[in-house]
């Protein structure tokens, strides 16, 4: 559909680096909640966020980012969250994918996608076709709540 708003991606990548990367391969708006203004910002519209796990299982550890959390404290950013993309490491074994998991449970919002470290190129183009699938049935709310 021509003039199709794309949903933005809000991420947080650690200094690896490898959520960022992939996030930039999705070829759509990316905003990163490592930055100040970001993540003390509120959106205006639908929005998925992309996030990291890092528990290991440590029970002490937190799995979810503080920046994360900090841009999820806003109600507004909580109601506007559309989905749930996450990113990995199986070395975590049943903590692999956590964090993007229980933001998805706690919300309420379906897990879109989940890839391992930076995923792999067959993971960038299935998730695209994720995004822009999200994009359609957005738009075709939006169409049938303004008729």
Not at 76 to 100: D, L
Request: a positive charge; hydrophobic letters at 35%; charged letters at 25%.
């Amino acid at each position: 559909m021509v003039g199709m708003r794309e949903t933005p991606i809000y991420f947080y990548s650690s200094a690896s680096g490898l959520v960022r990367r992939f996030a930039g391969h999705l070829k759509r708006e990316v905003r990163d909640l490592s930055d100040h203004d970001v993540r003390n910002s509120v959106t205006d519209g639908p929005w998925v966020l992309l996030t990291p796990s890092y528990k290991a299982g440590n029970g002490d550890n937190d799995t979810l980012p503080k920046a994360v959390l900090k841009f999820l404290a806003s109600a507004q950013n909580r109601r506007q969250m559309v989905g749930v993309i996450g990113s990995g490491n199986r070395n975590f074994g049943e903590h692999y994918q956590a964090a993007a998991r229980q933001i998805a449970a706690r919300s309420g919002r379906p897990m879109l996608f989940e890839f391992e470290l930076s995923g792999t190129q067959e993971d960038v183009a299935r998730c695209r076709e994720i995004l822009e699938e999200l994009d359609q049935q957005l738009e075709e709310r939006h169409h049938r709540q303004r008729a």
